[in-house]
């Protein structure tokens, strides 16, 4: 435990990525293992796991959305001190509708770089607003409860364990079919005459 705590202290933001990324990983393989296990047909043989998906989201998880959000906590909690009820609701409405939206953009964005997409912002379009929508039910009474009543050396688990579900509940939304894919009709060959 020492050396956690030492890391946290000297190594906050490499700290920070490290348990981010882990977290990234940890959600997108635990949806794996549940499709896998329950929602596959008993006659299909098991699909290995997709390497390729977890490594994009270790990459988006560390590289990107842990190093913002570090230095993003950094400056609010630095601008807005305090946990009265007045600081809590903009604490938690600033974080919300200023740093979520630029979250959910790299992480759509992100993730359709890392995959190769031919059009980037196609998902991005197309999942937002729900995904918005839906991390605002989430969010906005974590962020409270952790604003107002956890106390700092407890942010960190805390924080950690609402990530993991949170970002359990962004791999279903990214998982989902877009309407661009179901839309497009599958190939079919080429007939001949002979």
Do not use: H
Not at 10 to 19: D, G, Q, T
Not at 52 to 69: D, E, H, Q, R
């Amino acid at each position: 435990m020492a050396f956690l705590r030492n890391a946290f202290r000297n190594y906050p933001l490499l700290s920070n990525c490290a348990i981010y990324g882990g977290l990234y990983v940890t959600a997108e393989f635990s949806q794996q293992t549940f499709l896998k296990k329950y929602q596959r047909k008993p006659e299909e043989s098991p699909l290995p796991y997709d390497t390729s998906a977890l490594k994009n989201y270790a990459i988006v998880g560390t590289g990107a959305i842990s190093p913002t959000l570090y230095y993003w906590y950094k400056w609010l909690d630095g601008k807005f001190k305090g946990t009265t009820p007045r600081i809590v609701v903009k604490k938690c409405l600033i974080d919300q509708f200023l740093m979520t939206p630029n979250i959910l953009v790299m992480f759509y964005v992100g993730m359709s770089l890392l995959e190769s997409r031919e059009d980037i912002f196609a998902e991005l379009i197309e999942k937002f607003v729900p995904t918005f929508i839906t991390s605002s039910c989430f969010w906005i009474p974590i962020q409270a409860t952790n604003f107002t009543f956890i106390p700092a050396q407890y942010r960190i688990v805390y924080i950690a364990v609402c990530t993991l579900i949170w970002v359990n509940i962004l791999c279903w939304f990214k998982r989902q079919n877009s309407e661009t894919e179901s839309a497009t009709p599958p190939a079919q060959p080429a007939v001949t005459s002979a």
